[in-house]
């Protein structure tokens, strides 16, 4: 059966299906009417299951962003979750936010998307799918009309493959140091108020005094996840990275 490629034919009648946080039947509403807010504040489209030999890993992922668990279907979709969570122009996001409906070119198309992410400069529509794949017809022509509806409303629709490995692995260890809860505000406001433009990693530990050292890493650390400090994040993190100073979330 031939694949239908929307560039070569009108996307029409597109509409929206959104499930509430708070449960309840999912309401099917015009795309181009459906506020944001209400796109962003969605429950996750697909329940998530669990079995014996099933071939995706999913789970959840307590996200600083959120400040809540957001759901993930795969390993790829977690590495793509962790850049999110980890921008500091990124203020929200929400996986699998809505099932779009399509008439492309007399033939009912469906969709959910992998995220929804909230950014500075505008809502971005996000789907995740290993490299491989993305030249499948399939896979194209649906990526293709989802562009075009995306388009319609001034949004940006990004398809995200497999991120640097060294940057993903870097995000994993950083994000140990996401929830600013475990960290003290008198330590973390002496460590925003040292001078450490230039310094290195290794001796960021040593600024500020009558603290041990573990925890003046620790809150270093945290400082780079929350975007107070930047750095070097493709080669592997080391006592050698040095630190420039950014705006913090």
Known sequence: MAVVVASDLAVRSVTASVRAAGGGEAEDRVWDTVPVEVLAAAAPWRTFRW???????????WSSTQRDHVVYESRLELAVLLAADFDVSVSAIAAQPFLLRADVGGVT????????????????????????????????????WTREVV???GWRFEVRSEPPLTRTENLRFLAGYRRDWLFDPVLLDAVRGADLHGASLGEAVNCVSGWPQPLV???????IWSGHFLVDLDRGLSASHTLTTAVAR
């Open 51 to 61: 079995y014996l030999g099933q071939r995706h890993y999913s789970g959840v992922f």
């Open 109 to 144: 198309r469906r969709h959910v998307p992998d995220y929804l992410l909230i950014t500075d400069t505008g809502p971005v529509v996000v789907d995740v799918k290993p490299r491989r794949r993305l030249e499948r017809p399939d896979v194209a022509a649906t990526f293709e």
């Open 151 to 153: 388009g319609r409303r």
């Open 217 to 223: 890493r620790s809150a270093v650390l945290h400082l």
